[in-house]
């Protein structure tokens, strides 16, 4: 590379925009000198030599450059690796570039970089290897605006590289009523573009006048987008306009919704149904496949987090999310799974696996770290998929993706103990459940009004509701995984493996608020779905005695046997809605008191409220959704 001012470093930003400014401007310039220079064994690119940790903005004027070259497809290796290199620090967390500190330059460049890398990919310019690089991780992404003067250009520039998206295109209105909204702020300020905002960083802190200027300019004078997409994008995003459409008029009728903006939740079910596909992919890396209805509740489960998110206003980073949308999504299958397949083996090898279970998760936990791979089940299953040794298979890699997640082994050593038991307790429970829904087949009653009643169940339905029913839900297995991740996020080098809830005071209160919270998961979702437990003779909390008798006296002895059925089940309905009522004031005190203690005990407590403030918001949308809709799959 030849060097025509000798005493500088050579610089690959400053570099970039050169090559981007000269092919802009119609004199084309190819990029290879520029990455052979510059790029690293890692696939991405260096600032200079000798840097210590890559730039973010770097790499996006790198990108931008290399795809404004006059042949792009020669270098799509080096933009695949790139984009991937760009893709992991977004969802690493906030991204912090080290020449700028506004948080909304990096977005505004990201914003650029890709939907210019999309529009080649549109147009078969562009041929990438991997057709998820666009569909799962490229066209994902959010952003807000709180800074003044030069970061609100950036904001301004990134919605207005936004603009045109088909699914962002159903926010149209929105999006350009904003972009106009923070024109006319941009415009009122217009005396302090001339001051620099300290926002730049070199050897010290510093502004441009001329920079500042720029930007603004650039905001206020941007044109909105006009550009056709072609089938590929429109392959990828066409489809799920209607379903996009679809959830954000449910979730805006939740009770406790519908008073949100409703933009905000259209906002956040795009961004949450952008993790979809990869759900989808997913689902059957671990458990076979079931010859089941569609998954309806893998729509629902991105969509609970990425509301709940924004509503808190806790934009936290897509790996962190990732990682809860897909424990959920683990779990929903396990109820899947032990429902079609392990509650059809024979009662000898029920109570053989519900022996063996213990041996399985301590066998598993004691690989530790050692990495392997989780085999998918493509593979031909045994001939008898309900064998023990089938089942203890498919249970085998569900405890693996649980305890040898990536994450959970960088955790205290105690919350990955705590995981364990409560896996162990988890999947205790469902055996119970089957063997409690056998027992409850088997009732002899030629009464239809008495085949709803329970005769000989093990608890009161109070002990039932706290412990087997409770950890049904899988509430306070997600409870003890998200702790774990918390662990994760939270840790440092100074105290890698501390432990969340670090008093013995605090960790009682945490386990009060992730009870509670199981208990009205379990209420909400037996009264959302008597409909489908009647139906596939599952126990539900209505079928027991305490509910029953109490209805039967006061059903009116006039009715036919039908509608004196029908008139049981609406006051048990209402018994229950009670019920779920109470335990959410429950939560509500339980969190009162825990975060009060966090707030005098804890370093950390704002972010460690703040996620478990999330994680209650998410259960609480839960049970609303559950009373108003069943999204679990019949299984019999």
């Known amino acids: 590379m030849e060097r025509p001012a000798p005493d500088f470093l050579p610089d690959a930003d400053d ?8 092919n802009l401007c119609g004199h084309r310039v190819t990029p290879d000198k520029m990455l052979s220079h510059f790029k690293i064994s890692e696939g991405h690119v260096q600032t200079y030599f000798g840097e210590g940790n890559a730039s973010f903005s770097t790499n996006c004027h790198v990108l931008m450059a290399v795809l404004s070259a006059p042949e792009p497809q020669k270098y799509s290796d080096q933009i695949e690796r790139i984009t991937e290199y760009l893709c992991d620090c977004w969802s690493s967390g906030p991204v912090k570039d080290k020449w700028n500190t506004s948080f909304h330059y990096p977005k505004m460049l990201l914003a650029q970089a890709f939907i210019q890398l999309i529009r080649l990919w549109d147009s078969c310019l562009l041929k990438l290897s991997s057709r998820d690089l666009i569909q799962l991780r490229v066209c994902r992404g959010t952003w807000n605006s709180e800074d003044p003067s030069e970061s609100d250009a950036y904001c301004l520039l990134t919605l207005l590289a936004l603009d045109g998206l088909p699914l962002v295109a159903l926010l149209a209105m929105k999006l350009r009523s904003a972009i106009q909204t923070g024109r006319q702020a941009l415009l009122l300020s217009e005396s302090k573009w001339v001051k620099p905002q300290r926002i730049w960083v070199g050897k010290t802190m510093y502004g441009s006048c001329t920079l500042t200027e720029s930007y603004c300019l650039a905001a206020m004078n941007a044109p909105f987008s006009t550009h056709r997409w072609e089938d590929n994008v429109e392959a990828i995003m066409g489809p799920y306009t209607r379903n996009v459409l679809q959830l954000c008029r449910f979730f805006s009728s939740l009770p406790g919704y519908s008073t949100d903006p409703q933009w905000m939740i259209l906002a956040s079910v795009i961004e949450g149904f952008s993790y979809y596909p990869q759900l989808k992919d997913v689902k059957s890396e671990v458990f076979p496949h079931q010859d089941v209805a569609e998954d309806i509740y893998l729509e629902y489960i991105p969509c609970t987090w990425t509301i709940m998110n924004n509503r808190l206003g806790l934009f936290l980073e897509e790996k962190f999310l990732w990682d809860v949308m897909l424990i959920s999504a683990l779990n929903f299958q396990v109820d899947e799974y032990m429902e079609s397949v392990a509650g059809q083996m024979a009662e000898g090898d029920l109570k053989a696996l519900q022996r063996s279970i213990p041996e399985l998760i301590a066998c598993i936990a004691r690989k530790g770290t050692d990495d392997q791979e989780i085999k998918t089940s493509d593979k031909p299953q045994k001939k008898d998929s309900r064998s023990l040794p089938a089942v203890e298979q498919v249970l085998g890699r569900y405890v693996t993706a649980v305890l040898l997640h990536r994450r959970v082994q960088e955790a205290s050593s105690s919350d990955r103990s705590s995981l364990r038991t409560e896996l162990q307790t988890f999947l205790g429970a469902h055996i119970e459940q089957l063997q409690d829904n056998t027992g409850f087949h088997h009732q002899i009653s030629t009464s239809q009004v008495l085949k709803k009643r329970w005769n000989a169940p093990r608890t009161s339905h109070y002990t039932w509701g706290h412990t087997t029913a409770a950890s049904h839900t899988s509430c306070p297995l997600s409870f003890r995984f998200y ?27 945490a386990e009060d608020v992730s009870s509670h919270v199981a208990v009205m998961i379990r209420l909400s979702n037996d009264y959302g779905s008597i ?3 009647e139906g596939e ?16 006296l006061n059903t009116d002895p006039t009715l036919d046997e039908a509608h004196a059925g029908k008139q049981q089940t609406r006051q048990a309905k209402g018994q229950l809605l ?6 959410r004031r429950c939560v509500d005190e339980a969190c009162a008191a825990l975060f009060e203690n966090l707030e005098s005990t804890s370093k950390k407590a704002w972010n460690t409220r703040d996620a478990v403030e999330l994680f209650v918001g998410v259960a609480k949308m839960y049970a609303e959704l559950y009373e108003a809709r069943d999204i679990s799959n019949r299984v019999k």
């Open 15 to 22: 570099t970039a925009k050169s090559i981007l400014m000269l």
């Open 483 to 509: 702790t774990c991740l918390l662990g994760h996020r939270s840790s440092d080098a100074s105290f890698p493996s501390a432990d969340v809830f670090d008093l013995g005071y605090t960790k009682y209160l």
């Open 531 to 533: 409909a489908r437990d």
């Open 537 to 552: 003779c599952n126990i539900n909390s209505v079928n027991f005695p305490e509910f029953q008798i109490c209805t039967e």
């Open 578 to 583: 009670r019920l779920v009522q109470y335990e």
